[in-house]
């Protein structure tokens, strides 16, 4: 029954991992095209601040899964 738990706290650090990438993937494409978006500069770096914030709230649920994942590793199912 306890199984369940550490199998979804992967799932969501994997997928914290990923947002992760494609946050800074995204990031690099804006940046790369910051010539063209030099008049569009307050959107930009408003949206360059949100995936900023994205990538901190990837890290977090990363850690925060392997957190509870190392805690139920101290439970033994008989």
Not at 43 to 55: A, L, P, T, Y
Not at 68 to 78: D, G, I, Y
């Amino acid at each position: 029954m306890g199984r369940g738990f550490p199998v979804v706290a992967d799932e969501v650090r994997v997928l914290a991992v990923k947002t992760q990438s494609s946050n800074e993937h995204i990031k690099q494409i804006i940046l790369s095209c910051r010539s063209n978006l030099m008049m569009r500069r307050p959107k930009c770096h408003r949206n360059v601040c949100g995936i900023e914030e994205s990538s901190q709230a990837s890290n977090f649920l990363s850690e925060l899964a392997e957190q509870q994942s190392a805690m139920l590793k101290e439970f033994r199912l008989n």
